[in-house]
């Protein structure tokens, strides 16, 4: 049906960058929004950054300032840059997608297996 597969996780050191890419695949007709959620260890997951498909963002107040939401609309994928990397900053990253894979049906919630980001020197 519908695949989102995460990649770009890993171990970084504080104060350095990654970059998270996510691939939709599958019967798609139209994605709306698309976005990054992350989950830390006994914490809810949360949102990070979205942007819908007309352009506009949203980011958590920890995210903003660092961290960069963007989309390659042709290859139905969204990119989250993060700079400046704290330890807090680690968690399970999941990419969120509103996907519409069927006309006439709504758009429909569609999450990524997630991907591991660590922060730690």
């Known amino acids: 049906q519908v695949q989102l597969v995460e990649s770009g996780g890993g171990l970084v050191q504080p104060g350095g960058s990654l970059r998270l890419s996510c691939a939709a695949s599958?019967?798609?007709?139209?994605?709306?929004?698309m976005g990054w959620y992350r989950q830390a260890p006994g914490k809810e997951r949360e949102l990070v950054a979205s942007?819908?498909?007309?352009?506009?963002?949203a980011y958590a107040n920890s995210a903003k300032g660092r961290f960069t939401i963007s989309r390659d609309n042709g290859k139905n994928t969204v990119y989250l840059q993060m700079s400046n990397l704290k330890p807090e900053d680690t968690a399970v990253y999941y990419c969120?997608?509103?996907?519409?894979?069927?006309?006439?049906?709504?758009?429909?919630?569609?999450w990524g297996q997630g991907t591991q980001v660590t922060v730690s020197s």
């Open positions: 969120y997608a509103e996907i519409q894979y069927r006309i006439y049906v709504s758009p429909n919630g569609f």
């Open positions: 599958g019967s798609i007709v139209s994605i709306h929004a």
């Open positions: 942007m819908q498909s007309g352009g506009s963002t």
